[in-house]
């Protein structure tokens, strides 16, 4: 196995840890009892400070872009809560994962990357089976949460791009800028609102620490090894896994469609990565 394949592989189990890790995000937004500007300030506020005690001077390695694609992420986080708390968690996930479509679209325009096949097929294929998946969930009823949560897909894949686009050592100021942003937003709110319960604490913090912090760490690291599309691609695990946490956390079962929507998607990505290891081999 040359280095270079080897530094892919681990790209690529970065980005899967990742995707588990974002997945128990829309669980700790509906159980606790804030409102979306509170939940965002907490959690920006603990991720910003694992970014500095983590990668310290590498977040005052700032350039337009880097702004640019701090402004995308606080907009991606503001919109994905807010989603959340106006429509069901489905609807949220589900719309915000039409990001790979727009990275589909504009990855080979901007780095000038071949558009293989078996790419087009994946998207056809994870998007249909992410319609099996939510079949039963997805509603019409809430069109302003629905319309927040596709405004926060088109940031996902802004971010995905931008941070392709950008130098690699500026993956994390855009990061910690963006949280620091987000905070900054949301403190009006912050103040108005009641102290956490010891229980509430502990969410707060894993969304903080964990679920954003070492999250978005893990992407980015992945990110510099992985195409954007492939990135955006094997991320779409978040949505599949988001009612495991569910039903962990409720015991309430998904639908059977929802269970062939999911082994669809994770079988389609399985065999993307099989045909693209073998050419790469």
């Known amino acids: 196995m040359t280095a270079a394949l080897r530094e892919r592989k681990i790209g690529l189990a970065a980005i899967v840890l990742a995707a588990i890790i974002w997945s128990t995000g829309g669980l700790f937004i509906k159980l606790l009892p804030f409102n979306a500007q509170t939940i965002l300030f907490y959690r920006s506020l603990f991720a910003a400070i694992l970014f500095a005690a983590m990668f310290r001077r590498a977040i005052f390695n700032v350039n337009w872009l880097t702004l640019l694609v701090s402004i995308m992420y606080a907009v991606l986080l503001i919109t994905f809560v807010t989603a959340t708390k106006l429509t069901t968690a489905a609807n949220a996930i589900f719309l915000q994962y039409t990001a790979p479509i727009y990275v589909l679209l504009l990855e080979p325009v901007l780095f000038k990357t071949r558009l293989r096949r ?40 802004g971010i995905i791009l931008g941070q392709r686009f950008n130098a690699p050592e500026r993956y994390e100021a855009a990061i910690f800028w963006g949280n620091i942003l987000v905070v900054l ?33 893990l992407f980015n690291y992945g990110l510099k090894r992985t195409t954007a599309l492939e990135s955006s691609l094997i991320a779409m695990l978040e949505p599949v896994l ?20 999911g082994a669809v998607i994770v079988a389609m990505l399985a065999v993307r990565l099989l045909i693209y290891n073998r050419r790469s081999g």
Request: aromatic share 16%.
């Open 185 to 217: 937003i949301c403190f009006p709110a912050w103040q108005q609102s009641a102290a956490p319960t010891a229980p509430e604490w502990g969410m707060l913090l894993f969304l903080g620490f964990v679920q954003i912090g070492l999250g978005y760490a």
């Open 242 to 261: 988001n009612p495991v946490w569910v039903f962990l956390g409720y015991g309430e079962a998904p639908a059977p469609l929802a269970i062939v929507g």
């Open 118 to 157: 078996i790419d087009i097929i994946a998207i056809a294929v994870c998007i249909g089976g992410m319609f099996l998946f939510f079949f039963g969930d997805l509603e019409v009823g809430h069109a302003g949460g629905n319309w927040i949560a596709l405004l926060s897909g088109l940031m996902l894949a």
